[in-house]
């Protein structure tokens, strides 16, 4: 398995300003990715995040809105950027460890 | 892309009674399953997963079966307990192997009544 863990866990941002949530796991990983959960909704995926090269975004998803950083096999970034009510959703990290997928704690994002 | 459907939307059962969820699949070259626990405030939690070379596996209370022929796979929770409700999620790869992001379905809330 593997221990993954994120930052804030929580927070509430005004509109038009932009978040940075932290993932960092604990143990080297090939393939990290970024979720979106909206209020009483399931899981969508938003980008896989590659070490070394830019993320692959899904379908809805934009590099300007959400941009991602991987600089090393243990650590990844998420923005929100200029943020919307819209934007109120849990963001989940997620790693591939062994052929199986595991998940952060989430960060749980208000935007007023 | 992968389309996967899930049902029930919402399931009550007594406590010590069996649950089944079910889900469905598109992609027929999927191989990998896995099944999600989600308390609330909490991430999902891997329960039990099953891949494609075999049609069944349990763990204590939980077993996992894949009819890839009909492209459906279930959950089955025998002796339910209170410990046992939250919402449940299955899952399936786009494509081929569990390299690439999950697509999930859309979940069932378990309620166990005393």
């Known amino acids: 398995s593997a221990v993954i863990s994120q930052k804030p866990s929580r927070d509430i941002c005004q509109r038009g300003t932009s978040l940075t949530i932290q993932c960092q796991v604990d143990s080297q990983v090939t393939m990290m990715f970024w979720y979106r959960q909206q209020p009483g909704q399931s899981l969508t995926l938003i980008a896989t995040?590659?070490?070394?090269?830019?993320?692959?975004?899904e379908s809805g998803f934009v590099i300007d809105k959400f941009p991602i950083s991987r600089p090393n096999l243990t650590f990844s970034t998420l923005t929100v950027s200029n943020m919307s009510p819209e934007d109120s959703s849990i963001y989940l990290c997620?790693?591939?460890?062994?052929?199986?997928?595991?998940f952060g704690p989430g960060t749980r994002l208000t935007v007023l | 892309g992968e389309n996967v459907e899930q049902h029930p939307s919402t399931l009550s059962v007594q406590e010590g009674d069996s649950a089944v969820i079910k889900c469905t699949y598109s992609?027929?070259?999927?191989?990998?399953f896995p099944w999600y626990k989600q308390e609330l405030g909490k991430g999902p939690q891997l329960i039990i997963d099953i891949r494609s070379n075999v049609g069944e596996k349990k763990d204590q209370r939980i077993a996992v079966t894949l009819n890839k022929t009909a492209k459906h796979f279930s959950l089955h929770i025998t002796e339910t307990q209170p410990e046992d409700s939250a919402v449940y999620f299955c899952?399936?790869?786009?494509?081929?192997?569990?390299?690439?992001?999950?697509?999930f379905g859309k979940g069932t809330h378990l309620i166990i009544q005393p």
């Open positions: 992609d027929s070259a999927s191989n990998y």
């Open positions: 997620s790693v591939e460890n062994t052929d199986t997928q595991y």
């Open positions: 995040a590659n070490q070394g090269s830019e993320a692959t975004y």
């Open positions: 899952a399936a790869p786009p494509s081929g192997g569990g390299a690439d992001g999950l697509t």
